[in-house]
Every structure is written in C-alpha cells, then in structure tokens.
C-alpha cells in the first residue's frame, strides 16, 4: 500500500455561509493541492468535505496519515462515534439525527477503502501544512473556486 500524507481544513464566512476546504496530499516528493466552495454551508460539513475530497482524490488503496484540526472529524473514528452512529441507526446517544449523515457515509465508505491513522494538531497555531490548507480554504471562499495544483520534485 502507498504511504499518504493527507492534510485538510475548512473554513466558513459565518456559520451557516459560504465555505470552503482545503487539502494537501504528499507521497514521497509529489505534493497536490486541493481546494473547493460552497455557497452555503456549515463549518463542519467544509471539515468533513476536506477529508472526502482528499481521500477520493486517490487512485488506489493507500496507508493515509490524516492531520486536522478538527476534534469532530478526528474523534468521530478515534472515539468510536462513527460506529456508534450507524449502530443506532443514525441517531446520537441522545436520540437526534445526526448531523451530516450524507458525508459520514461517504467517509464511512472511504474508510473500508483505505487504512486511516489520525492526528489532530491546534488550528492557527502555525502548523505548516494546516495553515497552507486553511489559506486554500479561504481563497476558495474570496474566489468562490477551487484548485487543483500538482508538484514534484525534481522535474
């Protein structure tokens, strides 16, 4: 399996508003930069965006390293609520729909997919890649459009 660093954030100018995320993914000396818009959402829904549209911008099954700043994407699998969720049948311990239930099957599907380790690092705390993926964000929202930027070392 191919080792990936997948690195994401999203971003909303109020909250509902418009959004956008961003993402970074590095294999060895290829880099390729994400970013995209939506004219009305939630901060989350652009958290939960950023990880989908990263992990389906691979072409293969990978090992992925996912680094982000949100606690609600992170902990949805490293505590179990992911699970929790489709065993309840999409409600919260407190008997509520969960909230974006389209995306967290989306992720759930992608997650039998590939194999997903996490790590959570402060937001604007001067994490390079996080705050390259935050500044993608922000541009899709001012540009209202996204990127996608390819790099590689040496040629």
């Not at 993926?133 to 070392?153: F, H, M, N, T, W």
Request: hydrophobic share 30%.
């Amino acid at each position: 399996m191919t080792a990936i660093e997948l690195y994401t954030d999203g971003a909303c100018s109020g909250n509902p508003g418009p959004g956008g995320w961003g993402c970074l993914l590095i294999a060895g000396k290829h880099a390729r930069r994400l970013s995209g818009y939506e004219p009305d959402t939630t901060n989350n829904r652009m958290e939960l965006t950023a990880v989908i549209r990263g992990l389906s911008a691979l072409t293969r099954p990978s090992e992925v390293l996912v680094t982000t700043d949100s606690t609600y994407v992170k902990n949805a699998f490293t505590e179990g609520w992911l699970d929790s969720w489709q065993t309840k049948g999409w409600k919260t311990k407190t008997g509520k729909p969960v909230k974006n239930q389209d995306l967290w099957l989306e992720l759930s599907r992608l997650r039998r997919v590939h194999v997903l380790t996490w790590e959570w690092v402060e937001g604007h705390s001067g994490h390079l890649q996080n705050e390259l993926c935050d500044e993608l964000a922000r541009q899709a929202i001012k540009s209202r459009k996204g990127i996608d930027e390819r790099e590689s070392e040496g040629g």
